[in-house]
């Protein structure tokens, strides 16, 4: 029997491997050409294989690594080699891809068995047992479900501390001055380098290029945790030194702090590095033996065992259609500037530097600044997602998918109540961006206008069929028709010439 490690299955912790078998991996490279992907994402994931390969290796397994054009190229080699195979794969996390793996392997003349993945905390059939013929899926009352299924946080039948949820204490912004702790930094072996810089020479043919735009990502800045001790060394001081601040800065966002005091996990998570009970104990064996604030502790639990698990369940019930859902007809282009980096606004230019050199930004400036712009703006759903596949280290279809298109874009309201689109007004409450930026945040219409105010309003206006009658927008729509006609007419002429600069790229 040989079993398929995919290159984001790097784990012993759980699942089929056997030191009795064969191990079979394939570094399959026109995958990595089909779509744009970020070069530290690409370096990453090969990065991450091989050395999950040597690591097998030295503990007695028996590996074949094969590196091919295609997957299929890879799979015809190992039936050459062993025909008539038993192919064991965990469950491919993306839509359909066990299916193709299947046809693929029955093709070169194997047979395939497909069994669940056990890195999740929440099987399938438990979540559907959970959902059950419920009319919605609502996060919060699946989280205290995972609370009370995991033991995590719970004092009997209760939550420790009383509540279930400190999210009031977690909108906190850092004085002035605040530095919050470095984030972790790893030493690579001569192939991880040797992979970067491949990576570099390899595929970034298309860098240069639309759509990305040049200089993207600059090797040398490459700082992911490529093996599991990295991971846990990175698990080590997120536990010990951001996890204190996690909680109340969770949501602020300060000019070049692109770290702040997030985890930074989430890219060993969705590769198998980690699992996500070890990372949730970590943090509640600080919470319990150092006494780190319980909404910090609360906060990230929730991220993991809540959201984490509950999307993955949403993307595996909702596909195919959860990735081209659209409810308010968006059908606006992505800007170019979200390739390039080049807008005058101050907010969205930093995010996207951060993005652009290490393919990472944080939640609240994901769905805050990125996603929310995209939405007021009017960006088609399916757009946005690809671009922030394209720009991540820890994307993958079935994290994006529901992030971008549901939370995000308010594509399908499979759980999204309401959309998230704010004006200036939030990202002057949790950010230092808007006193350096050369766009007014107080002001709507007329010259020098902040774009996030304009495209507010012309949102609920555009989609006040849609959303008007959700009860959650009601106050928002007091204020709409507080509005009287003239200024409704000047905000839809600056939000048509805000569109057109933004295609010239003059925004
Ligand atoms: S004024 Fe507007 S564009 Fe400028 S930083 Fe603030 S929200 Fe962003």
Request: glycine content about 8%.
């Amino acid at each position: 029997m040989t079993v398929l490690v995919l290159g984001d299955q790097l784990t012993r912790t759980v699942g089929p491997l056997d030191r009795d078998g064969r191990v079979l991996m394939i570094e399959a490279h026109d995958f990595a050409r089909r779509h744009p992907y970020h070069p530290h994402k690409l370096a990453l994931v090969f990065a991450a294989m091989r050395r999950f390969r040597d690591r097998l290796r030295a503990d007695g397994y028996t590996v074949d690594y094969r590196k091919f054009e295609t997957f299929a190229e890879g799979l015809n080699a190992h039936f050459e080699a062993h025909p008539e195979d038993d192919i064991t794969v965990v469950r491919p996390a993306s839509h359909g891809g066990a299916d193709r793996l299947r046809d693929l392997v029955t093709d070169a003349g194997g047979s395939l068995t497909v069994v669940e993945d056990e890195r999740f905390l929440c099987s399938p059939a438990e979540f559907d047992e959970w959902a059950g013929d419920r009319d919605s899926l609502t996060h919060e009352s699946f989280y205290r479900h995972m609370r009370r299924e995991t033991g995590y946080l719970m004092d009997g039948d209760e939550p420790v501390g009383g509540e279930w949820n400190y999210d009031e204490q977690n909108r906190e912004t850092p004085p002035e001055g605040y530095e919050p702790p470095e984030p972790p930094t790893f030493e690579y072996d001569e192939e991880t380098r040797e992979v970067i810089e491949w990576v570099e020479s390899e595929f970034s043919g298309g860098y240069d290029d639309p759509p990305y735009g040049g200089d993207w990502a600059d090797p040398d800045e490459f700082q992911w945790p490529v093996t599991r001790e990295q991971a846990l060394h990175a698990l080590e001081r997120f536990a010990e030194s951001r996890l204190p601040e996690f909680g109340p800065y969770q949501d602020a966002m300060r000019e070049g702090e692109w770290a702040m005091n997030h985890s930074l996990l989430s890219a060993p998570l969705n590769l198998g590095l980690l699992t996500p009970d070890e990372v949730v104990e970590r943090v509640l064996d600080a919470y319990e033996s150092r006494d780190v604030p319980l909404n910090s502790v609360e906060g990230y639990v929730r991220q993991v065992i809540g959201w984490r698990e509950f999307l993955r369940h949403v993307y595996r019930r909702e596909m195919p259609e959860l990735a081209t859902a659209n409810q308010l007809g968006q059908t606006e282009s992505l800007p170019e500037f979200y390739w390039t980096g080049e807008t005058d606004m101050a907010c969205l230019s930093d995010v996207i530097d951060g993005v652009r050199r290490r393919g990472y930004s944080h939640h609240i400036e994901r769905l805050m600044i990125l996603s929310n712009f995209a939405l007021i703006y009017g960006v088609e759903p399916a757009e946005l997602n690809r671009w922030f596949h394209a720009g991540y280290v820890d994307a993958f279809h079935w994290v994006t998918t529901p992030n971008v298109i549901e939370m995000g874009s308010f594509g399908a309201g499979v759980f999204a109540t309401k959309p998230y689109a704010s004006s200036a007004n939030y990202v002057d409450k949790m950010s230092d961006y808007c006193s350096g930026c050369p766009y007014y945040k107080t002001k709507t219409t007329g010259e020098g206008a902040c774009p996030f105010n304009t495209f507010y309003w012309d949102f609920l206006d555009r989609n006040e069929d849609e959303l008007r009658s959700n009860h959650r927008m009601g106050l928002v729509y007091g204020h709409l028709d507080d509005k009287d006609d003239a200024e409704m007419e000047q905000i839809r002429e600056r939000a048509t010439e805000l569109r057109e600069r933004a295609e010239r790229g003059d925004l």
